[in-house]
C-alpha cells in the first residue's frame, strides 16, 4: 500500500478512497462524504468543517485489501445456520438472524479471530433467545488496508471451526409437566405451577402435551413420568418437591425411572435445587418451588436451549456459576441484564 497525504485545498478532483463520517451529538452519525467521491472546490469548506484538512489518497498493492472488501469477506466467513449479513458501512459489516431462535457463539474461535492483528469481531452473548432480524454479530478490520494474509487467516479459523455464529430454530415439542405435592394433588390449595410452565413453553412455539398431579410418592411419580415418555413427550418437566425436606422426594422419584442424572443442584440462583436428567433422549427438569414464586430463574436459561435441540451436559449447568445470580431488581428487566450472560 502507498498512502498520499494531500491539504484539502489541493484535493480538488481527487478520489476518496474511505468514507469522511459527520458526527451530530444526539442527531445523527453517518458518512458525509462516501469513498470514491470526486473532490469539488465546493467541498473543501465542509471538509475544513470536519476536521480534514488533509485527506489519505491510497494506492493498494497486489497484497492488500481494502477495508469494505476485507469486511465482506469476514462477514461471509462468519455468518452461518440462521443468519444473514448487511454491509459494508464505514467498513463494518453487521450479522443479523434470519429467523427466531437460539444465538450460538463458538466462544473459542471468537477469540481466536479477535487474536489476529487488526480484525474485530463482536457478538451477543452466546445463548441469547433472538428474533428474526435481531443484530448478532458485528465484523471489520481496524485499519484501511490490510494485508490479504490476515483475512486468509480468519477465514481459515472460520472453515476449521465449522462455524463461528449461528441461529438454531426453536423445534416444535410436546410438553409433558408432572406437578407433585400432596396439597396440590389432595386439593388442598390450587396448583400455581401450571399456569407458569404452560407460559413458558408456549412462548417458544412448543405444547404442553398433558398437565398430571402426584402425591408426594416415588413410585407414583416415577410412573407418571413413565408414562408421559411412553405417550410422545419430547420434554418433560417435574415441579415441586425438589428440597431435602423428608416429603420432597421429587429427585428419587426421577433417579428411579432410570434416568440419567445430569446434575442435581445448580450454581443459579433462583434455581439451587434443580434437577437434569435424561430418560433415554427425554430431557427431565426437576424445578423447585422458586420456579412458580420468581418471574425469571434457571428454567428461563435453559428451557430455550432444550428447544432449540440441545443436550445439555453436567459442564453446561455448571458454567452457569458465572453470570448465574439473579440481582432480583425490583423492576425485572431480563433478559436485558446480567443474568445468565456468562462466559458459557
Avoid at 478520489?15 to 462524504?33: C, N, P, Q, R, Y
Avoid at 480484525?119 to 441469547?128: F, K, Q
Avoid at 434443580?274 to 434457571?298: N, R
Wanted: glycine share 10%; with cysteine; net charge neutral.
Amino acid at each position: 500500500m502507498k498512502l498520499q497525504t494531500i491539504r484539502v485545498e489541493e484535493a480538488v478532483g481527487k478520489i476518496l478512497s474511505h468514507d469522511i463520517t459527520k458526527i451530530v451529538k444526539g442527531e445523527t452519525k453517518g458518512a458525509s462524504f462516501k469513498k470514491g467521491h470526486i473532490i469539488k472546490m465546493e467541498d473543501i469548506s465542509e471538509l475544513l468543517k470536519l476536521g480534514k484538512e488533509n485527506i489519505y489518497i491510497l494506492e493498494l498493492e497486489q497484497a492488500d485489501i481494502h477495508e469494505d472488501v476485507a469486511g465482506i469477506r469476514l462477514g461471509t466467513a462468519v455468518s452461518g445456520e440462521g443468519t444473514t449479513w448487511s454491509g459494508p458501512k464505514e467498513s463494518r459489516v453487521n450479522i443479523y438472524a434470519q429467523n427466531d431462535g437460539l444465538h450460538k457463539v463458538n466462544i473459542p474461535a471468537l477469540e481466536d479471530i479477535n487474536e489476529l492483528p487488526e480484525v474485530i469481531l463482536s457478538t451477543l452473548p452466546n445463548n441469547t433467545v433472538v428474533k428474526k432480524g435481531d443484530l448478532l454479530a458485528g465484523t471489520k478490520v481496524i485499519p484501511l488496508v490490510v494485508p490479504e494474509q490476515t483475512v486468509l487467516a480468519a477465514e481459515n479459523i472460520c472453515r476449521q471451526a465449522g462455524w463461528v455464529v449461528k441461529v438454531l430454530p426453536f423445534l416444535s415439542c410436546k410438553v409433558g409437566v408432572v406437578i407433585t405435592g400432596n396439597e396440590v394433588y389432595k386439593k388442598r390449595i390450587r396448583d400455581g405451577f401450571g399456569p407458569v410452565i404452560k407460559e413458558k413453553v408456549e412462548a417458544y412455539g412448543s405444547s404442553v402435551m398433558r398437565v398430571d398431579f402426584a402425591p408426594d410418592n416415588v413410585n407414583v411419580i416415577a410412573g407418571k413420568i413413565e408414562k408421559m415418555k411412553e405417550d410422545g413427550a419430547d420434554i418433560i418437566i417435574v415441579t415441586g418437591g425438589m428440597s431435602v425436606d423428608p416429603d420432597d422426594v421429587t429427585p428419587k422419584a426421577i433417579q428411579l425411572t432410570g434416568a440419567k442424572v445430569e446434575k442435581y443442584g445448580a450454581p443459579a440462583l433462583p434455581g439451587a435445587m434443580f434437577m437434569l436428567a435424561y430418560l433415554g433422549d427425554v430431557p427431565i427438569m426437576g424445578v423447585p418451588a422458586c420456579g412458580m414464586f420468581f418471574k425469571i430463574t434457571i428454567v428461563d436459561l435453559l428451557l430455550p436451549r432444550l428447544f432449540a435441540g440441545e443436550r445439555i451436559t453436567r459442564r453446561d449447568i455448571i458454567a452457569l456459576a458465572n453470570g448465574g445470580l439473579c440481582k432480583a431488581c425490583p423492576e425485572c428487566r431480563y433478559p436485558n441484564c446480567t443474568f445468565g450472560k456468562g462466559t458459557n
